[in-house]
């Protein structure tokens, strides 16, 4: 059974750092590519960042550019985002996601909630 555990989310205050982390279990996670993905409230989900399956290549919206790091250890089937100069528009719930042979798979989310 493929998982996806997010945690390191809570309230920080605009300026502020967090570091979101998530747990795979369930496939060969270093075969895969993998997301992060955001849904502010009452907003559709809005992708992130990508990193591939080695950690060689990543890829970010334009909205986090230069402020978030993604990385991946696949020693410990572990993703991480690294977050810093939060906004109050980075408020949202943050989901792992990957795509396993035309299948998607999110997690349950960790929550962010930027105070400006």
């Known amino acids: 059974e493929v998982q996806l555990v997010e945690s390191g989310g809570g309230l920080v205050q ?11 279990s369930g ?15 009452g907003k ?6 990508t990193i591939n399956s080695a950690g060689y290549s990543t890829y ?5 550019e230069g402020r978030f790091t993604i990385s991946r250890d696949n020693a410990k ?3 991480y985002l690294q977050m810093n100069s ?8 943050y989901y792992c996601a990957t795509d396993l042979q035309s299948s ?13």
Request: hydrophobic share 35%; glycine share 12%.
């Open 86 to 93: 939060l906004k109050p528009e980075d408020t949202a719930n």
């Open 27 to 41: 496939f060969t996670f270093g075969n895969y590519d993998m997301s992060w993905v955001r849904q502010a409230p």
């Open 60 to 64: 970010y919206a334009d909205s986090v």
């Open 44 to 49: 559709g989900p809005e992708w992130v960042s």
């Open 14 to 24: 605009s300026g502020g750092s967090l570091r979101l982390s998530c747990a795979a």
């Open 104 to 116: 998607y798979y999110r997690g349950q989310g960790t929550l962010v909630t930027v105070s400006g």
């Open 77 to 79: 089937n572990t993703l």
